[in-house]
């Protein structure tokens, strides 16, 4: 962005207890000491990434956010929103840019969109708050930094950089507001972004319903798309934005279409039609998440199968998986309900073995395409919360996958040791991950022979990618290596903070974790709860990734995290707060469910002497 710092010198400080992850204070940004202190013995490398990603987002704020800032909280996106996207594209450079891409894209749906569907959704410029402090989040930071990217994609590389630039000779040592940002990107580009700023305004993820034909005759097909959304915003027609896609023939050959397929949506409604397609085509939509909606567009197996082999894509090549995955865990459901023998398809299985033998796939995009889908993220996905059967259904798909392919795996891993235990290049980084997904899949296996290979695995660690990647998946099921395994990495990282954070979560995320482990894992001698970083592993990987034990039916989930909110907001409003937002998902319930969540969050509201912070989102939390 040729953006020089103006000091001359970059200085920093490391903290423990510290609420956020960092803050870009000029002249000495705050760091919390998980984003900086790191070495291969005590770091997993996606430590190694998160420090240089928010190091690069704190650096990057000196200008966005320091030099040119925000003239008021209401324009808090302008800042972080912008900062994001800078951030984002500083690690795509640094690693993989389709893998970045797709990370990035995992947790905006996992969690924007989440808040975005429930009562705590707002758009990313909001109108009014009780407490700012909770208006940091993932719409004001990452659907903020999707709006940006919009107008990069609409613009292009060189027409937002002469935004940019317009942008900070208009405002370098000003107070600003998103408007001026989107007025200097506009008049940079002679780009009419009127219609598009309604972004800023409008909450809720979009969706959009698309319909197609295929005419034999005139060789045409036609494409039509539907906007919808839920929002609040009284003034919401429809959104402006970049509606990219591709078209594909049955045999996997990309079709030559106009404009290589950029089209613009700014209508309800709109057609496409594309000339001289010899035969009904299979397309790919919303190529490289060019907007940050939902499609809602069925492929069958066959044909995401032909996708998931020849998009040119990354994104939709690795969207074109996970659809695979889900549609292969709803016919698992179906065979549950119907108590028939639970079975893996045979598209899926060729298009799998296709998957684990394509030796030109990048090692970390190979290793994301080959990682089952968690269960909070298809449960935050869904309308309604399913324990009942997609839980067993998910653990039945990895078994099954485990047990066809297991010789595979092996064979896989045995090939994965190119590079040194400390190497920190992109190549390396990807090796471990795609060793560590095939580890992931051994361990569910119906024989020992799985979870020999990963504690194996695990004693001869000689980092910490290796060594946590194996604890996890260890102590995640119940195996005569699971209490070996967490006492030898209790006794030998006892004294080190942030590794024996990770020590917590893994426990606190394990599929039998109950209410007296967390007991026992808060009365140890290790954790103290006035450090946020303990907080987040302990509690805060129990709310938001075991959504199965939070939710049981006994309410005892909902209670736990509720007595912690009460414990907690005297001493830090902030955090407690952040715990609160875990309770987001009321509507999503069942009647039973419902009730209990009810009562906690009503016996947190009526707390005596209750923080503004975590009053406003338990209050919200209770709207349906």
Same mark, same amino acid.
């Given at each position: 962005?040729?953006?020089?710092?103006?000091?001359?010198?970059?200085?920093?400080?490391?903290?423990?207890?510290?609420?956020?992850?960092?803050?870009?204070?000029?002249?000495?940004?705050?760091?919390?000491?998980?984003? #900086?202190?790191?070495?291969?013995?005590?770091?997993?490398?996606?430590?190694? +990434?998160?420090?240089?990603? #928010?190091?690069? *987002?704190?650096?990057? *704020?000196?200008?966005?956010?320091?030099?040119?800032?925000?003239?008021?909280? $209401?324009?808090?996106?302008?800042?972080?929103?912008?900062?994001?996207?800078?951030?984002?594209?500083?690690?795509?450079?640094?690693?993989?840019?389709?893998?970045?891409?797709?990370?990035?894209? +995992?947790?905006?749906?996992?969690?924007?969109?989440?808040?975005?569907?429930?009562?705590?959704?707002?758009?990313?410029?909001?109108?009014?708050?009780?407490?700012?402090?909770?208006?940091?989040?993932?719409?004001?930071?990452?659907?903020?930094?999707?709006?940006?990217?919009?107008?990069?994609?609409?613009?292009?590389?060189?027409? $937002?950089?002469?935004?940019?630039?317009?942008?900070?000779?208009? *405002?370098?040592?000003?107070?600003?507001?998103?408007?001026?940002? #989107?007025?200097?990107?506009?008049?940079?580009?002679?780009?009419?972004?009127?219609?598009? @700023?309604?972004?800023?305004?409008?909450?809720?993820?979009?969706?959009? /319903?698309?319909?197609?034909?295929?005419?034999?005759?005139? @060789? %045409?097909?036609?494409?039509?798309?539907?906007?919808?959304?839920?929002?609040?915003?009284?003034?919401?027609?429809?959104?402006?934005?970049?509606?990219?896609?591709?078209?594909?023939?049955?045999?996997?050959?990309?079709?030559?279409?106009?404009?290589?397929?950029?089209?613009? =949506?700014?209508?309800?409604? %709109?057609?496409?039609?594309?000339? *001289?397609?010899?035969?009904?085509?299979?397309?790919?939509?919303?190529?490289?998440?060019?907007?940050?909606?939902?499609?809602?567009?069925?492929?069958?197996?066959?044909?995401?199968?032909?996708?998931?082999?020849?998009?040119?894509?990354?994104?939709?090549? $690795?969207?074109?998986?996970?659809?695979?995955?889900?549609?292969?865990?709803?016919?698992?459901?179906?065979?549950?309900?119907?108590?028939?023998?639970?079975?893996?398809?045979?598209?899926?299985?060729?298009?799998?073995?296709?998957?684990?033998?394509?030796?030109?796939?990048?090692?970390?995009?190979?290793? =994301?395409?080959?990682?089952?889908?968690?269960?909070?993220?298809?449960?935050?996905?869904?309308?309604?919360?399913? $324990?009942?059967?997609?839980? #067993?259904?998910?653990?039945?798909?990895?078994?099954?996958?485990?047990?066809?392919?297991?010789?595979?795996?092996?064979?896989?891993?045995?090939?994965?040791?190119?590079?040194?235990?400390? !190497?920190?290049?992109?190549?390396?980084?990807?090796?471990?991950?795609?060793?560590?997904?095939?580890?992931?899949?051994?361990?569910?296996? @119906?024989?020992?022979?799985?979870?020999?290979?990963?504690?194996?695995?695990?004693?001869?660690?000689? &980092?910490?990618?290796?060594?946590?990647?194996? =604890?996890?998946?260890?102590?995640?099921?119940?195996?005569?290596?699971?209490?070996?395994?967490?006492?030898?990495?209790?006794?030998?990282?006892?004294?080190?903070?942030?590794?024996?954070?990770?020590?917590?979560?893994?426990?606190?995320?394990?599929? /039998?974790?109950?209410? !007296?482990?967390?007991?026992?894992?808060?009365?140890?001698?290790?954790?103290?709860?006035?450090?946020?970083?303990?907080?987040?592993?302990?509690?805060?990987?129990?709310?938001?990734?075991?959504?199965?034990?939070?939710?049981?039916?006994?309410?005892?989930?909902?209670?736990?995290?509720?007595?912690?909110?009460?414990?907690?907001?005297?001493?830090?409003?902030?955090?407690?707060?952040?715990?609160?937002?875990?309770? &987001?998902?009321?509507?999503?319930?069942?009647?039973?469910?419902?009730?209990?969540?009810?009562?906690?969050?009503?016996?947190?509201?009526?707390?005596?002497?209750?923080?503004? !912070?975590?009053?406003?989102?338990?209050?919200?939390?209770?709207?349906?």
């Amino acid at each position: 962005f040729g953006l020089e710092y103006d000091l001359d010198i970059y200085m920093i400080v490391a903290v423990d207890s510290f609420n956020m992850g960092a803050m870009e204070n000029k002249g000495l940004n705050i760091f919390n000491s998980s984003y #900086v202190l790191a070495n291969p013995k005590t770091a997993t490398d996606s430590d190694f +990434q998160g420090i240089e990603s #928010v190091i690069g *987002h704190e650096y990057f *704020h000196n200008w966005t956010g320091n030099r040119v800032t925000c003239r008021d909280w $209401f324009q808090l996106t302008l800042k972080e929103g912008l900062t994001v996207f800078r951030d984002q594209e500083f690690s795509s450079d640094m690693l993989s840019r389709p893998v970045k891409r797709i990370e990035d894209v +995992q947790g905006l749906k996992a969690f924007q969109f989440n808040e975005d569907s429930g009562p705590l959704s707002h758009p990313i410029k909001p109108k009014s708050y009780i407490e700012i402090n909770n208006f940091y989040t993932a719409t004001v930071y990452e659907k903020g930094a999707e709006v940006i990217r919009m107008i990069h994609t609409l613009l292009g590389e060189e027409g $937002f950089r002469k935004g940019m630039d317009l942008y900070f000779t208009r *405002h370098d040592g000003q107070a600003v507001t998103t408007e001026d940002f #989107v007025q200097a990107m506009a008049d940079a580009n002679d780009y009419d972004f009127d219609h598009f @700023k309604v972004w800023y305004d409008q909450n809720g993820t979009p969706e959009l /319903d698309i319909e197609t034909d295929y005419d034999e005759d005139s @060789k %045409q097909y036609t494409i039509k798309v539907k906007q919808k959304v839920k929002t609040n915003n009284p003034n919401y027609n429809c959104l402006y934005l970049p509606f990219y896609f591709a078209l594909y023939s049955n045999s996997g050959e990309k079709l030559t279409i106009d404009n290589d397929g950029r089209a613009i =949506l700014n209508q309800i409604e %709109q057609e496409f039609v594309i000339d *001289h397609v010899e035969s009904r085509p299979i397309p790919s939509f919303n190529t490289n998440f060019s907007a940050p909606v939902k499609i809602n567009y069925k492929l069958d197996k066959d044909q995401l199968a032909v996708l998931m082999a020849n998009d040119l894509d990354p994104f939709n090549q $690795f969207n074109a998986v996970q659809k695979i995955y889900r549609l292969e865990v709803q016919s698992l459901i179906e065979l549950l309900q119907d108590n028939k023998p639970l079975e893996l398809s045979e598209v899926f299985k060729m298009s799998y073995e296709v998957l684990i033998k394509n030796i030109d796939l990048d090692a970390s995009f190979k290793a =994301l395409c080959m990682s089952v889908p968690k269960t909070y993220e298809l449960l935050n996905e869904s309308a309604s919360f399913d $324990f009942e059967y997609l839980p #067993v259904a998910l653990s039945s798909l990895k078994k099954l996958i485990s047990d066809h392919f297991q010789d595979n795996f092996l064979s896989l891993t045995s090939l994965l040791n190119k590079y040194s235990a400390d !190497d920190l290049s992109k190549e390396a980084m990807g090796e471990r991950a795609l060793k560590n997904a095939t580890l992931a899949l051994l361990a569910k296996g @119906k024989t020992s022979t799985g979870l020999d290979y990963v504690y194996n695995e695990f004693k001869q660690a000689e &980092n910490m990618t290796q060594e946590f990647a194996c =604890l996890r998946l260890l102590c995640n099921y119940d195996n005569p290596y699971r209490d070996k395994a967490l006492n030898a990495f209790y006794d030998k990282w006892r004294n080190e903070p942030l590794v024996m954070q990770k020590w917590l979560s893994a426990q606190a995320t394990a599929l /039998d974790c109950n209410i !007296d482990m967390l007991t026992s894992l808060e009365n140890d001698p290790i954790f103290d709860k006035t450090i946020p970083n303990n907080i987040r592993a302990l509690y805060g990987s129990f709310a938001k990734y075991n959504l199965e034990r939070l939710n049981d039916l006994d309410g005892s989930g909902y209670r736990y995290i509720a007595d912690k909110v009460l414990e907690i907001d005297p001493m830090n409003p902030q955090i407690a707060a952040g715990l609160c937002k875990t309770l &987001n998902f009321l509507k999503k319930l069942d009647p039973q469910r419902q009730e209990l969540l009810k009562g906690e969050l009503k016996r947190i509201i009526a707390t005596e002497k209750l923080s503004s !912070d975590t009053y406003e989102v338990a209050s919200k939390n209770l709207s349906v």
